[in-house]
């Protein structure tokens, strides 16, 4: 069991480039010091985002699924691409040797958010390991299409999509919770625009709506439980500043269709 005192940052609706750049913006203040980060937050409007080696210059059609209501965005971490629309995205930030290795981590963050989804009367198993593979090969495939070592499934589906980044010794995982299915991703599924697999969203995993606030309220939770409190953190001043600066790189198109 982890003791830390961890930072709960709850954030409502907000535009993909702020988002990630927020998330970035933390990775710098827990590296200087502030302690380890567990951030909530959704999208407005709905977002794609791409990871950060998938292949993309030239094989989405940008203008038309904005058109449907996505704006895209590069993560910071790997995997392939996700749709965020109803959902709710799941950020921790900390040391990258607080719960040993990259992979211990995400067993372990990963069993956290199990014990939350298990609070709302989501059954759920975890992905069996596989030693030769950790993440999936970077393409055009959707994210929810292949579950990989170690992520959580419901009834045969992927129901919590994961990416994570190391950079100057602090972690960053996020992922992407369906709470059920979005207008935007079924048009440009119609449309033939982006294949988003079959995600197990929440509302049909355990047969009732479940709010963003319900959702947020069993990972607090459980983290408290098993990973140590978690007090209600506003981003400090400082955190604000960087994230403002960081907008800047995920709307460069350069480094959103970099490859």
Known sequence: MVHEHWRFFRHGPAAGVWNMAVDEALMESVRAGAAPALRVYAWEPACLTLGRNQPAAGLYNAERIQACGADIVRRPTGGRAVLHEAELTYSVVMPDRMLGSARRAYHALNLALARALARLGASVVVSP?????????????????????????????????????????????????????????????????????DPAHLERVIGAPVTFDELAEAIRAAWSEGMGPCED???????????????????????????
Do not use: M, N
């Not at 953190?233 to 490859?259: M, N, Q």
């Open 129 to 197: 390991v596989d030693p030769t593979r950790a993440t999936p090969v970077p393409s055009t495939a959707p994210c929810f299409a292949e579950p990989v070592s170690g992520e959580l499934l419901a009834g045969g589906r992927k129901l919590i999509g994961s990416a994570q980044t190391c950079v100057d010794g602090i972690l960053l995982q996020h992922g992407s919770i369906p709470l059920r299915a979005g207008r935007v991703g079924i048009a440009l599924e119609k449309e033939g625009l982006v294949a988003l697999g």
């Open 233 to 259: 953190a506003d981003l400090s001043p400082g955190e604000l500043s960087s994230a403002r600066r960081r907008e800047e790189r995920y709307r460069d198109d350069s480094w959103t269709w970099r490859r």
